[in-house]
Antibody, heavy 119, light 113 residues
Framework: EVQLLESGGGLVQPGGSLRLSCAVS????????LNWVRQAPGKGLEWVSS????????YYADAVKGRFTISRDNSKNTLYLQMNSLRAEDTAVYYC????????????WGQGTLVTVSS | DIVMTQSPDSLAVSLGERATINCKSS????????????LAWYQQKPGQPPKLLIY???TRESGVPDRFSGSGSGTDFTLTISSLQAEDVAVYYC?????????FGQGTKLDIK
């Protein structure tokens, strides 16, 4: 059974930093691209960032480019999101999501971790 | 970037009746080289992460009840629930994965009438 478990969320002041982690099990970690998708309170889904299975390519939404960095440790089966220069509009539940092997849709999701940016 | 627009924003349907949700993309998400539409549907219940229902516009994910079906091509797509059950109350999202950044519709909230 595929499992994704996010951690690292919390309350941070504007301009601060936070690192999210997503521990993964149940599939060959390096075989699949992984993603971060966020959902602001009461709002819809917004893709944030993706990383290929090898970690060689990364992609970012314009809203976070230059502030967030996605990475993965294939020896630890863990995905990361380093978030710097946080803004109030980054407040959201952050989900890690696994790409299907067949296409860039998301076939497994974690439960999410809440990031609140507020003074 | 491709913009996804769903209609309606909310919908109330009686138990056992059909529910239809529409999704329109600002550009075609059909790849003519493989004749595949890069369109997925997700269901999100309160307090839960999204769940994949449909991919390639019409392929049902394993374990998804067959009352859920997807149709459409190019820029216009539909999610149909043939006979609404109480457990189908949720918000439904379409997503295009034809190009980066992938993008979601704004969501359609489905309730029981």
């Amino acid at each position: 059974e595929v499992q994704l478990l996010e951690s690292g969320g919390g309350l941070v002041q504007p301009g601060g930093s936070l690192r999210l982690s997503c521990a993964v099990s149940g599939f060959t970690f390096s075989d699949n691209a992984l993603n971060w998708v966020r959902q602001a309170p009461g709002k819809g889904l917004e893709w944030v960032s993706s990383i290929t299975g090898s970690g060689g390519r990364t992609y970012y939404a314009d809203a976070v480019k230059g502030r967030f960095t996605i990475s993965r440790d294939n020896s630890k089966n863990t995905l990361y999101l380093q978030m710097n220069s946080l803004r109030a509009e980054d407040t959201a539940v952050y989900y890690c999501a696994k790409n299907s092997s067949g296409g860039y849709y998301f076939d497994s999701w974690g439960q999410g971790t809440l990031v609140t940016v507020s003074s | 970037d491709i913009v996804m627009t769903q209609s309606p924003d909310s919908l109330a349907v009686s138990l056992g009746e059909r529910a239809t949700i529409n999704c329109k993309s600002s550009q075609s998400v059909l790849d003519s080289s493989n004749n595949k539409n890069y369109l997925a549907w997700y269901q999100q219940k309160p307090g839960q992460p999204p769940k994949l229902l449909i991919y390639w516009a019409s392929t049902r994910e394993s374990g998804v009840p067959d009352r859920f079906s997807g149709s459409g091509s190019g820029t216009d797509f539909t999610l149909t629930i043939s006979s609404l059950q109480a457990e189908d109350v949720a918000v439904y999202y379409c997503q295009q994965y034809y190009s980066t950044p992938c993008s979601f519709g704004q969501g359609t909230k489905l309730d029981i009438k």
